[in-house]
């Protein structure tokens, strides 16, 4: 069990918008805005697209974006295109001994 | 730009030990603390382990603590992650990722992973 929730699928059009929820506690996503998104294809390594609950990295489309509100923090895909199609990890900081804690992905479906 | 290689997966029998390498180019290596993070074949990602920049400081998941020992050594712009004691659930691939200069913050370089398989 991963100690942060998310969904385990989400679909959506081209063109279409998506959000992907991300559910921790208040020893994670709640009190640090140290939470992250990785974009993950097949056999790929994943790849760093939202750091610091909404800071996009250079070369990142704008289509990406992040936002947190309480323990819960989201990704949104807007404009959906079919090279969206990967899974995707949140990630946080968390205190005390765990230090680290991913999500347990989402597989986006691009319909 | 910046790269990372991970060497050093492949086979071993419970109970063994193996030891990762992960090569670094096109940054300070010194400057940026550094993790591990596992896949398990078909499953998600789980942070491992993780060190400071000069390798002063420590951090480990529940799952690995008093088996797994990171080190890294900066004058030849490589991290380390020994792996002992390994159990079929260490069954998967490894990623070497480059941190920030504060630790643990999030991680914006992957390497291309070495798969571990501990099997008898």
């Known amino acids: 069990q991963s100690a942060l929730t998310q969904p385990a699928s989400v679909s959506g059009s081209p063109g279409q918008s998506i959000t992907i929820s991300c559910t921790g506690t208040?020893?994670?996503?709640?009190?640090?805005?140290?939470v992250s998104w990785y974009q993950q294809h097949p056999g790929k390594a994943p790849k760093l697209m939202i750091y610091e609950v909404s800071k996009r990295p250079s070369g990142v489309s704008n289509r990406f974006s992040g936002s947190k509100s309480g323990n819960t923090a989201s990704l949104t895909i807007s404009g959906l295109l079919a090279e969206d199609e990967a899974d995707y990890y949140c990630?946080?900081?968390?205190?005390?001994?765990?230090?680290?804690?991913f999500g347990g992905g989402t597989k986006l479906t691009v319909l | 730009e910046v790269q990372l290689l991970e060497s050093g997966g492949g086979l071993v029998q419970p109970g063994g030990s193996l030891r990762l390498s992960c090569a670094a180019s096109g940054f300070t290596f010194s400057n940026y603390a550094m993790s591990w993070v596992r896949q398990p074949p078909g499953k998600g990602l789980e942070w491992v382990s993780g060190?400071?920049?000069?390798?002063?400081?420590?951090y480990y998941a529940d799952s690995v603590k008093g088996r797994f020992t990171i080190s890294r050594d900066n004058s030849k712009n490589t991290l380390y992650l020994q792996m002992n004691s390994l159990r079929a659930e260490d069954t998967a691939v490894y990623y070497c990722?480059?941190?920030?200069?504060?630790?643990?913050?999030?991680?914006?370089?992957w390497g291309q992973g070495t798969l571990v398989t501990v099997s008898s």
């Open positions: 060190i400071s920049g000069r390798g002063g400081s420590t």
């Open positions: 990722a480059k941190d920030q200069v504060v630790a643990l913050q999030y991680f914006d370089s």
């Open positions: 208040s020893s994670d996503v709640g009190t640090y805005n140290l």
């Open positions: 990630c946080s900081y968390a205190t005390s001994s765990t230090f680290v804690v």
